[in-house]
């Protein structure tokens, strides 16, 4: 872990948006550093698992031998942000998995995969985020839905209008942040910065 004054955040560079995350990170004003390995883990004081596809992104993992690394790592404190398949991933169970998927884990709820339908049903939309002034034009592209959240899990954002009102798609857990949609492509910051405050906490 480092010991900087500026933190040190690791985008998981396995598979989806990285390029896109780590520009976002650079823009907020923290170094951003690629994981591909255990080790790279040691060197990050936060982590980003990105938009993508979840399936593919445990598979690799796995091959990685990245899967244990990152729970331990996150079990003792280090703050993550996962965006679409990201939060996927940080999710303790999720629906509409392949037989046998497995995530990483840490936030107590229970995310559907694909839940607003294939890439020819990706929409934009603004949302209300808890903790920011104005809504976020939010990003959904074969985007997950959150079902249901733990007592300790906080419910950021929801869809407000169309079929899918009311649809949680924004949720933290202590030092766990995950988003059903992808800031990383939409030149808005502020869920970034937001995740950066969180890790400056930590």
Not at 4 to 15: F, H, R, S
Not at 89 to 109: H, N, P, V
Request: proline letters at 3%.
């Amino acid at each position: 872990m480092t010991t900087e004054t500026t933190p040190v955040i690791g985008v998981l560079a396995l598979q989806g948006d990285v390029r896109e995350h780590l520009r976002a990170l650079e823009t907020c004003g923290v170094r951003a550093v690629t994981v591909r390995h255990a080790d790279d883990l040691e060197r990050v004081s936060g982590l980003v698992i990105p938009g993508g596809e979840s399936t593919t992104m445990w598979r690799l993992a796995t091959t990685f031998e990245l899967m244990e690394p990152l729970r331990k790592r996150i079990e003792g404190g280090m703050p993550a942000y996962g965006s679409c398949a990201g939060m996927i991933m940080l999710a303790d169970r999720i629906l509409d998995g392949i037989d046998g998927q497995e995530t990483i884990g840490g936030i107590d709820m229970t995310v559907r995969r694909n839940a607003f339908g294939r890439q020819v049903d990706s929409f934009e939309a603004d949302v209300s985020f808890h903790g920011l002034d104005t809504p976020y034009h939010a990003v959904f592209i074969r985007a997950p839905w959150v079902e249901r959240v733990g007592e300790d899990c906080e419910v950021l954002a929801s869809v407000a209008t169309g079929a899918a009102a009311g649809r949680i798609v924004a949720v933290r857990q202590g030092h766990l942040l995950a988003t059903a949609f992808h800031p990383e492509l939409t030149g808005d910051t502020r869920v970034h910065r937001y995740f950066v405050e969180l890790v400056k906490e930590a």
